[in-house]
């Protein structure tokens, strides 16, 4: 496809910490709300890659690594929250003058947008969920504990180099066959890394849990909620949930889908996400 968007792809100090991001606009588009894409727990702006190009048509993409992930720094200072995690992602707004956006979040993600639409309701216009992290409390205090024990890194290293990643990513999805060599080497990166599993560590100790029911009653902007009907990492049952505990929600599920859903349907989550921002009804002639 022939690139008619301006980019700007950075790593940048932010709030103390360095963070990888990739801003995607069109001249035509900047009096439109901001995509805010999140990836999920384990990921990155990679993660993205299917949808990026085919949002960019429509609207401006901004996508973030959060620290902790991709290419942005494993920090051992920076306190991973979702509170944090949103307020950083709020500094970068500011930083590259945006002030209205839609954040579009995957898996943990997901938290990370509700909390940024109840932080900053006048600055969020809508949300999208893709197959969310939903109603998790916060870590027991036995593991926040344990998570101080100086070998406490070095024992979740083992347990994740003892698994095999192409399995890992095949249990994910409903359709294996996009998982391939180069899919399964650019999510295995992270484990490469010592620093990545301080980090683990430290969102094991910082995590707050997710927003609860009332809280959630709370968020006031249109939320869409996009989910496949075979994720077994968070099954439909809590899209349903979220669907009824959020006020201005509705839910969409992929038939033949798993959990990685902007892997298996990019296109398809895309023109979800366009009309749902459009507030029209998509028209058959304009399709992606």
């Known amino acids: 496809m022939e690139k008619t968007y301006h980019e700007i792809v950075e790593t940048k100090l932010v709030d103390g910490v360095k963070v990888h991001y990739e801003y995607y606009y069109h001249e035509n588009h900047l009096n439109r709300p901001v995509i805010v894409l999140i990836h999920g727990f384990v990921s990155s702006t990679y993660s993205f890659r299917y949808l990026i190009p085919l949002l960019v048509k429509h609207y401006p993409v901004l996508a973030v690594d959060l620290p902790g992930f991709g290419q942005s720094e494993k920090s051992t200072s920076f306190v991973y929250s979702f ?26 993600g997901g938290q990370v947008g509700l909390y940024m639409a109840k932080l900053k309701p006048i600055l969020v216009e809508k949300v999208v969920l893709l197959s969310s992290s939903g109603y998790l409390k916060r870590a027991k205090w036995k593991f926040r504990y344990a998570s101080y024990i100086p070998l406490a890194p070095h024992m979740v290293k083992r347990w994740f180099v003892k698994r095999n990643y192409k399995d890992a990513l095949t249990y994910v999805v ?18 490469e890394d010592d620093q990545f599993f301080h980090s683990l560590i430290r969102i094991l100790r910082h995590r707050e849990g997710d927003l609860s029911a009332d809280e959630l009653n709370e968020i006031k902007q249109p939320v869409l909620i996009l989910w496949g009907k075979y994720d077994k990492v968070i099954p439909t049952q809590i899209g349903k949930r979220l669907q009824l505990d959020i006020p201005n929600a509705k839910i969409f599920i992929f038939d033949e889908t798993g959990h990685l859903v902007t892997e298996e349907r990019p296109k398809e989550s895309a023109e979800q996400i366009i009309e749902f921002l459009d507030g029209l009804r998509a028209d058959p002639s304009s399709k992606i």
Not at 88 to 105: E, W, Y
């Open 83 to 108: 509170h944090n995690y949103a307020q950083l992602i709020f500094t970068i707004l500011t930083m590259l003058k945006i002030d209205r956006v839609v954040p579009v979040g995957h898996s943990m």
């Open 174 to 191: 409903y359709n294996k066959t996009i998982v391939n060599d180069d899919t399964v080497s650019e999510y295995a990166k992270a484990f």
